[in-house]
């Protein structure tokens, strides 16, 4: 991609709104714009980043058999009088009428609509388990929408429903989610803990919130340090093999984790005081079994391996994918801006031509595009007439892991100067090296 046919609206001023560093830097950077309280427009460098972090989150939720639909975003009030939230969900629920009256609302959340789905299709054990997903925006009327796409009112979420026949079949459901979930956060750089959360009138010990630890969070967490050196699962994970699954969340479950609802002061005080973290969190995905809180009232029910009907238990699973990523930006960031993982940078490398209209230049520049561009990865192309210090500042702000710096001098030499985003560090390689060393090659 071409600078100069890019459009990357770069702010020079701090904007005075923002409070934190992840919404300073995102409209900074042009990824997004404010179109009115708590809604966002994503500029194109914003979408790239969106796309890539769904991408993640559905590779992973694809991996744990979890399946995807797409459901609307408006819904009819009728099925949320069938569960009894209509009256109960409050003002945070955004309520419309259409033209013949009838009352609609934009959807804060699917558990309704995806047990229509599914009680109108699956009749028999058998066809269990089942989870359904989509990702969709949502609009919350948040009481005070702030931090940018942080606590937004519409916001991007993925959100995953299990329906099994029994509570067994429920857990073995949250577990393959719980453990779906910490690859996709570290799969994005970030370190997420899983801490307790409230299950209120459904009981149980199934619902936990992923947290990542940033000053900026809205929530005070509780852990033991024993969570920074826990192993993530790799690839290689059996998701069809319950007794590893659930091994696993037995290991992420085992030491001190709690938001401060949940805080135990008692345990915690048992916890020799150079292993507790007691820092701010901000909860990046949550999910909890609610069993038949749904089903129940919805008529959703299946024939068991008994003959009888039993109302399925259920779980749900959300992750806020535009939230993930001012959580990204919080854990990292430098001074000059964003420093994006690989994983989810909007592209791969910032190709700085420092003379653009030498010919040396020019040229070296387009053969070091085509040549990375063929191999696969994504170049922004930096072929404006800006100044050489603009153009870094510019490549430091919106923190392509990579950039890629040719200037005269070099280019008669048959050499590029490389930066590593992150760790500052430039070398200076033959031009034949470019695509070796930027593919993380030593
Ligand atoms: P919070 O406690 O932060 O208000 P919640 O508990 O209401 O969130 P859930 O219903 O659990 O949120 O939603 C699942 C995920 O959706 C959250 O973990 C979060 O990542 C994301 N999310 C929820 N509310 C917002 C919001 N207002 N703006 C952006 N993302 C959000
Ligand atoms: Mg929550």
Not at 159 to 177: K, P, T, V
Request: charged share 30%; glycine share 10%; proline share 5%.
């Amino acid at each position: 991609m071409r600078l100069s046919r890019y459009f990357l609206p770069i702010l020079k001023e701090t904007p005075r709104e923002a409070e934190i560093v992840s919404h300073r830097l995102m409209l900074r950077a042009g990824m997004i714009r404010q179109q009115g309280q708590g809604s966002f427009s994503w500029l194109p460098l914003g979408k790239r980043v969106l796309d890539k972090v769904c991408r993640i989150i559905r590779e992973e939720q694809d991996r744990a058999g979890a399946l995807e639909i797409l459901m609307p975003t408006i819904q009819s009030a009728e099925l949320w009088r069938e569960s009894g939230r209509y009256d109960d969900y409050g003002k945070e629920m955004l309520r419309i009428k259409d033209r013949q009256e009838r009352d609609m609302l934009y959807g804060p959340t699917n558990e309704e609509m995806v047990t229509d789905i599914f009680r109108s299709y699956v009749k028999s054990y058998k066809d269990l388990p089942l989870n359904l997903y989509h990702i969709q925006w949502k609009f919350r009327d948040e009481v005070r929408p702030r931090f940018g796409v942080m606590r937004s009112r519409e916001f991007l979420m993925k959100d995953a429903y299990s329906f099994d026949l029994d509570y067994e079949g429920a857990r073995a459901a949250y577990n393959r989610m719980f453990v779906s979930y910490l690859r996709t956060f570290t799969r994005m750089g970030l370190q997420a803990i899983p801490m307790r959360a409230d299950t209120g009138p459904i009981g149980g010990d199934l619902s936990h919130e992923f947290i990542i630890l940033a000053e900026t969070g809205e929530s005070q967490v509780f852990c033991h340090r024993d969570y920074l050196g826990l192993a993530v699962p790799g690839e290689d994970v059996d998701f069809a093999n319950d007794d590893e699954i659930g091994g696993i969340v037995k290991t992420w479950t085992t030491p001190y984790a709690a938001t401060d609802e949940m805080h135990d002061e008692k345990a915690w005080e048992g916890i020799p005081e150079e292993q507790q973290v007691s820092a701010r969190g901000i909860e990046v995905g949550h999910i909890f079994h609610f069993g038949e809180k749904y089903s129940k009232p919805m008529g959703a029910k299946v024939a068991g391996p008994d003959g009888k009907e039993h109302f399925v238990s259920m779980g749900s699973y959300g992750i806020g994918p535009s939230r993930l990523i001012a959580a990204v930006i919080e854990a990292m960031h430098d001074e000059n801006g964003i420093v994006w993982p690989e994983s989810i940078a909007p592209f791969d490398v910032a190709l700085i031509n420092m003379k653009v209209g030498d010919e040396a230049c020019d040229q070296l520049c387009e053969r070091i595009n085509s040549v990375l561009t063929k191999a696969g990865k994504d170049v922004l192309y930096d072929d404006t007439d800006q100044r050489a210090g603009g153009k870094f500042a510019t490549a430091d702000l919106i923190g392509l892991p990579w950039q890629v710096i040719v200037g005269p001098r070099g280019a008669a030499a048959g050499e590029v100067e490389i930066k590593n985003r992150r760790t500052g560090e430039r070398v200076t390689v033959p031009t034949e090296q470019v695509l070796h060393q930027v593919s993380g090659g030593a």
